[in-house]
């Protein structure tokens, strides 16, 4: 339930002022089903805007990685290697397909997935012969994780690698690869356009890739499977994953706009940088340096040695301000349902550590300076008071 009384949100939809003549002209034209011309088209300029072969359109960020999964092989029985420091929906689609997920830790530098963890762990399991069927690299918070020896490994020993882009539409690859976008490096990409990312279509994905055959699979298994006879027959099982007309034309106005909103994030989290620059004990998310970040949200940790004071406590003391912020995620391997069912976990401080002392800061693309001063202005207040 949404707290009324809060009054900066932490990551609001910023409409471009053309989704209306875009809804209206589809109703107008009647392609309002899951099928037409916006569908075709959204699939195609997203493609053409991330310099990518191929799209999919899907009804959100969770369908599109499940089609990547199994139209990569993924299937009852395998393990799968994903991000810990993650939302759940990059690790239920495994789980969908009958797999294993098993949980890699974060490096420090970008709290994306270690490189070194995944490389040791596809060094012991190819080793005994048991590899994992995929790879799943999340890019968090608009950071791109360190796609060159994430890359590496998974090539030496033929792995799939997914991409979970979900967060981080608009980041860019720096030094080896430049200019790839989050999403189009590896085997599969997919993105979400839920209300509170870089831009949305209410709720909507986006699967992508350099070879189109895989994406034309996962088209197939995204319509129900559905063979092409004139009559209703189908030799696998399939979804209804179909992103609809409507909401496509919402992608298309947005997507016009996606690299002023990818600018103003990062203007968000400049002024962040320079407001918070001497508040004693507050850091913000570094910047690799190997990619633009993106900043889908400006994150900051605490250093409880010189705060004394728990995110925790300083989100509620925000929120009675009205001012919403939210918790890093909690790592995959310290959620419940996982842990009941025995998921392994392959380090786990690094994201432990991320989780117990960060904190997600206001970051719409419509934030205004005066609300990134009141915000800024209010942790200083909390911090000091406390100390």
Known sequence: MTNSRLRIPLSAPHLSGDEL???AAAIETNWVAAVGPD???FEEEFADSQGTTAALATMSGTAALHLALRVVGVGPGDEVLVSTLTFCASVNPIIY???TPVFVDSEARSWNMDPVLLAEALEERGRAGRLPAAVVVVHLYGQLADMTPILAACERWEVPLVEDAAESLGATRLGAGAGARAG?????????????????TSTGGMLVSSRKDLIEHARKLARQAR???????????????????????VGRAQLRVLEDRVTARRAVFARYERALDGVSGVSLQPEAPWAVHARWL??????PAVTRVAPEALRIALSAQG?????IWKPMHRQPVYMRAGYRVLGGAVADDLFQRGLCLPSSSSLTASETSEV???IGEVLRCDG
């Open 21 to 23: 003549g875009a809804v």
């Open 227 to 249: 063979e092409p006879v004139a009559h209703y027959e189908h030799e696998a099982m399939g979804y209804n994953y179909r992103l609809s007309n409507l909401l496509a034309a």
């Open 298 to 303: 400006s994150c900051i940790t605490l250093d």
């Open 184 to 200: 189009t490096i590896a085997t599969m990409g997919i993105f979400s356009f839920d209300g509170s990312k870089v831009i949305t």
């Open 376 to 378: 800024a202005a209010a």
């Open 323 to 327: 001012i919403e912020t939210r918790a």
């Open 97 to 99: 397909l009958g797999a």
């Open 39 to 41: 569908v075709d088209r």
